[in-house]
């Protein structure tokens, strides 16, 4: 049986081929080297070191917390979304290397020690809240080495789809399926802020103070520009007032209704067709108070008359900003690249895979998804050169940490010869230069 395991393949359509399987000693993701090396720049994982509240016993402490918690993120940053992968991966030198610990000399947590984590440890209480802090806490650590002047926050909902009796779904007639309707806060760099898991059948802006206010708690003491953007599913007084108690400039969208309409009657006389087929955009802008609202608030109404239809597209943003109407609308439509993140995060990690019955246990899986997102976008924003800087996150997926490599194990060292295919010898190089620049102390 061992020959056999050891004799090449053929291929019938060219002799000459040969066909050799060498198991775990050649694999892929082996670029999650550079993602472990941006976490040790960072401080990242670490943290959780003193944070999480270990109550497992015996046996059960084979690995470290720490060591589970980085296999649960790099699973994930990998593509791997479910624990059922962990029974292989626990096997694989890519992983064994970034978890560290016993892993590196032994193997990774397996299906059920991953499983047991994330659905008994991970899910008590305060556990749970540690998990939900540790994006920001990831985001402060990144703006300590990388300050930036302003801050702009979009807010925006999902839909992740269920199945069978999981606890907390239920049918959302809006996506139209049986589903959760997550809520999802990201900043101007993309940097998911806070993430939560809400029932299917809530509205848009159901506990929106749950997100909210942690976040904008964490930069109320710093002197930079702060500004909000939703969609009209978070048009509700209570949150303008909130923004504006707190110094927040914010746009947001509001539905059209009649008593709107009545300010910009005079933009909806049709003009004259543009024999160049370009649209007809106006704007207007005016002092508005609706029956729930304590005080009037500016609404800016963007008017666009597109030659092949019969009525125009009309839209109004209630805002606290004093800026021009057509740069009030250019800054609100940039909202949009929220929803890209959010579809990143779909495609790139799968994170609406939450399969688990209980609420509590889609709930960590949710917050560790957040965290390998954010980990995964750290690295694009901070470390990749110029060349490739415009990469998605799915693209640093599949070019960057797929790297096929040779796992070579010596006495003092491991080796990991890697395939220079989408990424060359000088790229990851350039790659490791830029996160040892952010090892640097920061000065004061």
């Excluded at 009309?314 to 993140?341: D, M, S």
């Excluded at 390998?372 to 901070?382: C, I, S, T, V």
């Excluded at 395939?419 to 920061?442: D, G, H, K, T």
Aim: charged share 25%.
């Amino acid at each position: 049986m061992g020959k056999g395991r050891r004799e090449a393949l053929r291929i019938d359509v060219d002799r000459s081929v040969k066909v050799e399987f060498h198991g775990a000693n050649v694999r892929a993701d082996a670029g999650l080297l550079a993602f472990r090396e941006l976490d040790e720049a960072l401080c990242l994982t670490g943290m959780v070191t003193d944070l999480l509240v270990d109550t497992r016993t015996g046996l059960n402490t084979r690995h470290t917390l720490l060591a589970q918690f980085r296999q649960s993120v790099y699973s994930r940053l990998a593509g791997y979304e479910d624990t059922n992968d962990a029974e292989r991966l626990c096997l694989d030198p890519s992983i064994r290397q970034v978890v560290g610990e016993r892993a590196k000399e032994h193997k990774a947590a397996s299906t059920s020690q991953m499983g047991r984590f994330e659905t008994d440890v991970l899910t008590q209480c305060e556990n749970l809240r540690v998990l939900m802090e540790l994006s920001g806490a990831w985001i402060d650590q990144v703006s300590r080495q990388k300050p930036s002047k302003k801050l702009i926050l979009d807010l925006d909902s999902s839909v992740s789809p269920t199945h069978g009796n999981q606890e907390g779904t239920a049918y959302n007639g809006h996506f139209e399926c049986t589903c959760y309707h997550p809520l999802f806060c990201f900043n101007q760099h993309g940097d998911l802020e806070r993430a939560l898991l809400r029932k299917g059948n809530v509205h848009t802006a159901d506990d929106w103070r749950s997100v909210l206010e942690p976040i904008i708690a964490r930069y109320r003491g710093r002197q930079i520009k702060k500004y909000f953007r939703g969609d009209a599913g978070f048009a509700i007084p209570e949150l303008y007032e909130f923004l504006e108690e707190e110094a927040f400039v914010y746009t947001i969208r509001l539905k059209a209704n009649a008593l709107l309409k009545q300010h910009i009657e005079h933009l909806l006389i049709r003009p004259e067709v543009d024999v160049n087929g370009k649209p007809d955009v106006r704007y207007h802008d005016f002092e508005y108070q609706a029956a729930s609202w304590n005080i009037p608030r500016r609404v800016v109404a963007k008017v666009t008359w597109f030659v092949d239809q019969l009525f125009p597209a009309v839209g109004f943003i209630v805002t606290n900003l004093n800026w021009a109407p057509r740069r009030v609308t250019h800054f609100y439509n940039q909202r949009g690249t929220a929803e890209q993140w959010i579809k990143e995060g779909k495609y790139a990690l799968n994170w609406t895979r939450l399969s688990c019955h209980g609420f509590a246990d889609n709930q960590v899986r949710l917050q560790l998804f957040a965290l390998a997102y954010n980990l995964g976008n750290f690295l694009r924003r901070l470390a990749l050169p110029r060349s490739i800087s415009h990469w998605s996150l799915r693209t640093l997926q599949t070019k960057l940490i797929k790297i096929g490599a040779k796992v070579v194990r010596h006495a003092r060292y491991t080796c990991f010869q890697m395939a220079e295919v989408s990424v060359s010898r000088n790229l990851f190089a350039a790659i490791l230069r830029r996160i040892r620049r952010l090892m640097q102390p920061v000065p004061v």
